[in-house]
């Protein structure tokens, strides 16, 4: 059974850091995606930050120079260092995976396309 198990959210205030990581467990084959995803209330999932097994990576255009997505194959975990925050980047944050590709912008602005999700981190950021 694949689980992904995200941690490292909290609250900090605006220009601070946080670092989140997401465990994943259960796979029988590592997946080719893995993405960072938020979701602010009364807002729709969207996407932040994907990164392929071969090391491409993607993030919205809010986040750019702010976050970076890093995996860690040996450890089957995932991170996002997110860096200068703001109040706007105030959601829950979501891991998810993709068994196959693409792992880019299409990804990015379809969460639905994801095979699996952790269960989330909330991180708040205030003024």
């Known amino acids: 059974q694949v689980q992904l198990v995200e941690s490292g959210g909290g609250s900090v205030q605006a220009g601070g850091s946080l670092r989140l990581s997401c465990a994943a467990s259960g796979y029988t084959s590592s997946p080719a995606c893995m993405g960072w995803f938020r979701q602010a209330p009364g807002k729709e999932r969207e996407g932040v930050a994907t990164a392929h097994f071969g090391g491409t990576t993607a993030y919205t255009d809010s986040v750019k120079g702010r976050f970076t997505i890093s995996k860690d194959n040996a450890k089957n975990t995932g991170y996002l260092q997110m860096d200068s925050l703001k109040p706007e980047d105030t959601a829950m944050y979501y891991c998810?995976?993709?068994?196959?590709?693409?792992?880019?912008?299409?990804?990015?602005?379809?969460?639905?396309?994801?095979?699996?999700w952790g269960q989330g981190t909330q991180v708040t950021v205030s003024s």
């Open positions: 998810a995976t993709k068994s196959s590709g693409p792992c880019g912008p299409s990804w990015l602005g379809s969460p639905r396309r994801s095979d699996y």
